[in-house]
Nanobody, 119 residues
Framework: QVQLAESGGGLVQAGGSLRLSCAAS????????MGWYRQAPGNEREMVAA???????TYAYSAKGRFTISRDNAKNTVYLEMNSLKPEDTAVYYC?????????????WGQGTQVTVSS
């Protein structure tokens, strides 16, 4: 089992910045990709950013150029630096990791952290 502890959410004005953190614990060996999803009221959950074990990153179109994902493998932690925040970024942000378990890949999810951007 993998447990994910998210932090860093909060209330910020449009144009401001936040840094989200997610620390993994438990059976953390063989973790591959790490990433962030978000879900706003009435919307489906969408991928925001992801980073592979090798450091390759991918971003949603809406996040590219404003958000930066990074990871610290020594701390088993993934970060999301969010700049130039917009009201439409308001959502619950979920940390996710996947882990190789035998020949399969299993996804794990955090409980979510609220990000609210005021206009």
């Amino acid at each position: 089992q993998v447990q994910l502890a998210e932090s860093g959410g909060g209330l910020v004005q449009a144009g401001g910045s936040l840094r989200l953190s997610c620390a993994a614990s438990g059976s953390i060996f063989s973790i591959n990709d790490m990433g962030w999803y978000r879900q706003a009221p009435g919307n489906e959950r969408e991928m925001v950013a992801a980073i592979t074990s090798g450091g390759s990153t991918t971003y949603a179109y809406s996040a590219k150029g404003r958000f930066t994902i990074s990871r610290d493998n020594a701390k088993n932690t993934v970060y999301l630096e969010m700049n130039s925040l917009k009201p439409e970024d308001t959502a619950v942000y979920y940390c996710t990791v996947n882990r190789r378990e035998g020949w399969s890949i299993r996804d794990y999810w955090g409980q979510g952290t609220q990000v609210t951007v005021s206009s």
